[in-house]
Structure formats: structure tokens, C-alpha cells
């Protein structure tokens, strides 16, 4: 409630106009631009058959009272929401680099197939002789992920990434308690994206934390260390959340497997390794994708997501239910679901999957193909390490380079000599007209700036960005007040933290 309260009674507007100068857009609300009587409709009640609504609803349902709902024309709630989308930054706009997010630009064709009447008029519950066509694109979706991930199955029924990653834990789990083995501990890098432990929280295990070494990758003596007959598997991401590649992956791979336990995979990271080489072939047992990245699908805000899990041969006979099949006969080609799965660890999902994500998914694959995916990872891979050689002067890199498609580096400098924040660099950008990038993580990161170029930007775009975050360093220099104060040109000024804070405060304590 504090939040609506802030917005509302602090994005003020100019009386003669919904917009005023000095770069900054005021919008007034909705109901202050109505008036009575106007409207954008007109119903002819000739033809209409007169149904009172308590004939409908429950009359308990019903207001007592009319609705006072804002009374405005056509044109004026259009340009109103129209205003409104300019306010709001989006990746049509401009580059979005949170790190570990993959916000590429989403290509409008993946779009244009997902709209098609054969897809998007379909409903579930159709017999599947009337949704071939969906369950050949599933199919070959599910069998193109597994030639790209190098495992012997995939799942497309996850509906994000961390859902995929609560399905691979419990085929995990499924896979020990099936051969009498009840094991109680997983293992996740100090690194690790939080819904890796959460994910393994949720499955009943308890959450044992492998340290890092130096050079940011994962601690080799301290994984040996807790290695033992308990652990069920390590949760591991290659690339790691500050860009760099576990260049020991196959030597961790033995460890974990000569301890009976087995190795996951978080495949946030999928856009630095497409056609380049494959989860399967470094050993994992289980590997996640998150389509709506590395695949294209605009996400943010609660979705859409989609998280397919692809799996080795031992964890084969666990896999949700149902399974899509390819039948050949003297007929021709069909597919269907099979249930017939006596060891599977049930349904996570109503139905198949986020079906729209999965659309956009394939259409982006079969757009590439082979080589065009081994290029997206190339061109991550060039703009992460270009754009990373222009900040290196003015901001601290914890751990060595190269990195592979995106970096982290740490405010340390600018918050020891002028006061001035990773959060305060992250607001001052927004008035340069770029999204910030994702802040204060990974937590093994001191004022951690975490930066994921993608593979969309363009060379000039990059630079545009560089130019920006040396200009903020600058700043922090010569006139820290001025970044401690921003943004200063959006239409939401800084937010008062001290006063957030006991507001939060008060309404945790209720």
C-alpha cells in the first residue's frame, strides 16, 4: 500500500498539459483527465436483448452503487497509455543490461508465429488428433534442446527457471530414493543464482555452501571436503554468475560422480555456450534451460517463462508425465502424450508447458540454426569483453579475465574515496537513459555491477553505455552530490530510503 501511496502522490502533472519540459514527462491520472458525459463508444440498444444482470450474477455480486469509472474519448485514453509505455523502459527502447538476465533484443518474427490461429486458438484439452501440429513443434523442440544441451532427454513442462530447477532436484531425489538411498544434503556454489538453494530448500534438502578460490571459480579443496555419503548433488552454473567458465568442470564431474552423487547444471547462463560446447558432454546429469533468455522471449515483470529440463540417461524413467511420442506406422507420422510412466515423478505442470514461450523458442532456433546459435554465443561472448576492456580503468574487477558473456565489476573505489555507491551509480544511469544493470550480486562481489551485454547490442550502442558509466565515474569524482541525488530527470525522483525503510518496518510489524 506505501508504494501505490508513493507513486500517486508523488508523480505530479502540469494543469494545462499531461506534459512538461526539462526532460522529465508528468502524466495526470486517468480519473483527472475525465469528464462527464464523454465517451469513446457508442451501443445501439435497438438490437440488444435486455438481460438484467441479476439474471447473470448473484445479486450478492452486484454493486449497490454505480462504478466511478473515468469518463474519457477514444483519443484520449489512447494517448494516455501511449505516454504512459514511453514512461516505462522496455527492450524495444534501448539496452538492457541487467547481468544474468539475458534481456536480449526479442526479434518481432517469433511474435508473428506465435499469433498464428494454429497456435494461438488451440486449447488443451483438445484431443490430440486435433493438435498434431503443436505436438510435432513440441517434439521437436524438446529433441533440438537435448542435441544443444548434449543429454538424453528433455522436459519442456517447467514454467520458469526455477521451476526447472525444482524439477531436476526431485528427479535427483527420485534417482536415489529408487536405488535406496535417502540422502539428505546438496551442495551449492557460494556464486549461485538464490534460487538455487531455495529450489533445493523446497525439495527437503539441507543447503551445504562450497566456497570459491581466487580466481572465482569454484574451491576444489573445499569440494572434496564436503563430499560425502550424504550429498545427493552439486549445483553448479558453467558460466559462472560473474562470467567466467569452471575450467576444472571435468575433474569436478569425477569427484561428485566417483561420490555416487550427481552434478546440475543452472543453465541461466546458456548464452555463452550455444554450439560451443554442451552441459552433456562436461559431465552434468541435469541441466536447465531458461527459453525466455537464451531463446527469446521478452520477460520481466512475472514472465512469461518457460524452464525445459534435459537429463541424462540414468534419470531417464523419472521425467514428468506426460511424454510426447513419435509414432511411425504405414499411415504416416502422428504424435501423442504417453502417462505410461510407472517411475516418473508425476506432472509439474498443468497440461504441456508455457506453450507461447515454447512457439517463440523454436521459431528462434530454426531461424538460426546450428551456426547462427554458435554465433549469438560468439557475438556475447566479443561484446561482454569489448565493453568490459572500456570500464576497466575506472571501475575495480575482482577476479581475472577474459570472461565470457557477461562480467562483474565493484564499486569499491568510487564508495571508498567519495561516498558514493554501486546503487547510486545504478540511479544516476537511469538519467542517461539506459536501464541499470543488475546490483549487489552475486553477493561473493563487493558493490557488485553485474553487466550482460548480450549479443543484440551493437558496437556503437556499447560504446554509448561505456561513454556513460566513465562519465558517472567522473562525476563521483568531482561531483559526488549530484550522483548521490539521482535520477533527477524521471518522472519518480529518488526514493527517500530512510522513509522506505521504517514504512517497510511498520508494515512487517502489522
Known amino acids: 500500500m506505501s508504494a501505490f501511496l508513493y507513486i500517486e502522490t508523488h508523480v505530479s502533472y502540469n494543469e494545462k498539459s499531461p506534459c512538461v519540459s526539462n526532460n522529465t514527462m508528468r502524466e495526470k491520472l486517468i480519473f483527472d483527465l475525465s469528464r462527464s458525459g464523454r465517451k469513446g463508444y457508442t451501443l445501439s440498444g435497438d438490437d440488444l436483448p435486455e438481460m438484467p444482470l441479476d439474471s447473470i450474477l448473484p445479486s450478492r455480486f452486484l454493486r449497490q452503487t454505480p462504478a466511478e469509472l473515468p469518463e474519457v474519448s477514444e483519443s484520449e485514453v489512447v494517448r494516455h497509455f501511449v505516454r504512459l509505455s514511453n514512461m516505462n523502459y522496455h527492450v524495444d527502447k534501448n539496452m538492457y543490461p541487467l547481468g544474468s538476465c539475458t534481456m536480449k533484443y526479442n526479434p518481432k518474427i517469433n511474435d508473428y508465429t506465435c499469433d498464428l490461429p494454429g497456435f494461438s486458438a488451440l486449447h488443451p484439452l483438445q484431443p490430440s488428433e486435433t493438435t498434431q501440429g503443436a505436438l510435432q513443434l ?29 524439477t531436476g532436484i526431485l528427479l535427483i531425489k527420485k534417482y536415489h530414493e529408487s536405488r535406496g538411498s535417502k540422502r539428505s544434503k546438496l551442495l551449492v556454489v557460494d556464486s549461485a543464482h538464490g534460487t538455487n538453494p531455495a529450489s533445493a530448500a523446497l525439495a527437503g534438502y539441507q543447503i551445504i555452501s562450497v566456497a570459491g578460490n581466487s580466481d572465482g571459480r569454484t574451491d576444489l579443496d573445499d569440494l572434496r571436503s564436503k563430499l560425502d555419503g550424504d550429498v545427493a548433488a552439486l549445483m553448479l552454473t558453467n558460466p559462472n554468475t560473474i562470467g567466467l567458465f569452471e575450467k576444472d568442470i571435468l575433474r569436478i564431474a569425477k569427484m561428485v560422480h566417483d561420490n555416487g552423487s550427481l552434478l546440475y547444471m543452472d543453465g541461466a547462463n546458456m548464452n555463452a555456450l550455444l554450439g560451443i560446447t554442451r552441459p552433456g558432454d562436461m559431465g552434468f546429469d541435469v541441466v536447465h534451460y531458461n527459453l525466455h533468455k537464451t531463446f527469446s522471449t521478452p520477460h520481466g515483470g512475472g514472465g512469461p517463462g518457460s524452464g525445459p529440463v534435459g537429463v541424462s540417461e540414468k534419470l531417464l524413467p523419472y521425467l514428468p508425465v506426460p511424454i510426447i511420442e513419435k509414432n511411425e506406422t504405414a499411415e504416416g ?10 517411475e516418473s515423478i508425476g506432472r509439474m505442470m498443468n497440461f504441456y508447458g508455457n506453450f507461447a514461450v515454447l512457439v517463440r523458442a523454436y521459431t528462434y532456433i530454426r531461424m538460426l540454426g546450428p551456426d547462427g546459435l554458435r554465433r549469438v554465443s560468439e557475438n556475447a561472448i566479443i561484446n561482454a569483453n569489448y565493453l568490459l576492456s572500456r570500464l576497466l580503468e575506472r571501475y575495480d574487477l575482482p577476479y581475472p ?51 550482460e551485454p548480450t549479443e543484440t547490442e551493437s558496437k556503437e550502442t556499447l560504446d554509448v553505455f561505456a561513454d556513460a558509466l566513465l562519465s558517472i565515474a567522473d562525476e563521483a569524482e568531482t561531483n559526488p552530490a549530484l550522483v548521490l541525488s539521482a535520477p533527477v530527470t524521471t518522472p519518480v525522483k529518488r526514493l527517500d530510503e530512510a522513509l522506505a525503510s521504517r514504512q517497510l518496518n511498520i508494515c512487517c510489524s502489522l
Do not use: N, W
Open 333 to 342: 507420422t502422428t504424435y501423442s502424450l504417453s502417462y505410461d510412466r510407472p
Open 401 to 451: 579475465k577474459p570472461v565470457l558473456h557477461e562480467f562483474c565489476l565493484s564499486g569499491d573505489r568510487q564508495k571508498k574515496a567519495h561516498g558514493v555507491r554501486t546503487l547510486d551509480i545504478a540511479k544516476r544511469l537511469l538519467d542517461y537513459g539506459f536501464h541499470a544493470p543488475t546490483i549487489y550480486f552475486p553477493l561473493i562481489v563487493s558493490e557488485a555491477i553485474m553487466i
Open 138 to 166: 513440441m517434439y521437436e523442440l524438446a529433441e533440438m534442446l537435448r542435441e544443444i544441451a548434449g543429454m538424453a532427454a528433455v522436459t519442456l513442462q517447467p514454467a520458469a527457471g526455477a521451476h526447472g530447477e525444482l
